[in-house]
């Protein structure tokens, strides 16, 4: 059973598109993250939910949008892709927005924008 | 603000050599600390955590200790394998923060 399932695992694309990353987590958690990682594989906060709220929305470009239908899952989507969008982009939840508890991570999604 | 300074790699190291990897840390407030491992196309995995000083955190043969007076945890390994070959993130979490603060990450590679 996979406990942060991220859909798709490889993504290319052509600039300007718009595209959506799916997140699921089975884990109960409260809090769900995206993360972006570039390819020196620095990882970089881009928004965290807890219980379907934003609570950090870093800055990001609004052509990213995050949205949480339910506290299980965690979608971003991205409008008009650029080439500088290319990256691999972790979703991660963990039990409360802070505390001792450690972050799960899915499997990421590696995007290439052409 | 809080952040983590890690030990910039890449590292390279012969099987059964002994390893370290430095990390320290800023944080307000009493953070948590960690060790994930990245293998190479996959998600990061936790390793191993510490939640207040003098804790220490151990998983696989990895070990690190929480030292609070020197703001510090260190990954140590006596004897590297061939498979432990990954990207090693030190990162911290505070007990009043929403998210993680990660370090760059340092590359290890072990050889035969």
């Known amino acids: 059973d996979t406990a942060v399932s991220q859909t798709p695992k490889y993504l290319v694309t052509q600039m300007g598109n718009d595209k959506s990353i799916k997140c699921e987590q089975n884990?109960?958690?409260?809090?769900m993250y995206w993360y972006k990682q570039d390819s020196k594989k620095f990882l970089k906060i881009m928004f965290s939910y807890n219980n379907k709220e934003l609570i950090i929305n870093e800055t990001v470009p609004n052509r990213f949008s995050p949205k949480s239908p339910d506290k299980a899952h965690l979608n971003l989507h991205i409008n008009s892709l650029e080439l500088g969008d290319s990256a691999v982009y972790f979703c991660?939840?963990?039990?409360?927005?802070?505390?001792?508890?450690?972050?799960?991570f899915g499997q990421g999604t590696r995007l290439t924008v052409v | 603000g809080d952040s983590v300074t890690q030990m910039e790699g890449p590292v390279t190291l012969s099987e059964e050599a002994f390893l370290t990897i430095n990390c320290t840390y800023t944080a307000t407030g009493y953070p948590s600390l960690f060790w994930y491992v990245q293998y190479p196309g996959e998600g990061l995995q936790l390793l191993l955590k510490a939640t207040k000083a003098d804790d220490k955190g151990s998983n696989k043969g990895f070990e690190a200790t929480y030292r609070k007076e020197t703001t510090s945890f260190h990954l140590e390994k006596g004897s590297v394998q061939v498979s432990d070959s990954a990207v090693y993130f030190c990162?911290?979490?505070?007990?009043?923060?929403?998210?993680?603060?990660f370090g760059t990450g340092t590359s290890l590679t072990v050889i035969p």
């Open positions: 884990l109960g958690h409260d809090t």
């Open positions: 991660a939840s963990s039990q409360d927005p802070g505390g001792s508890t450690e972050a799960f």
């Open positions: 990162a911290l979490r505070t007990n009043t923060g929403n998210q993680f603060y």
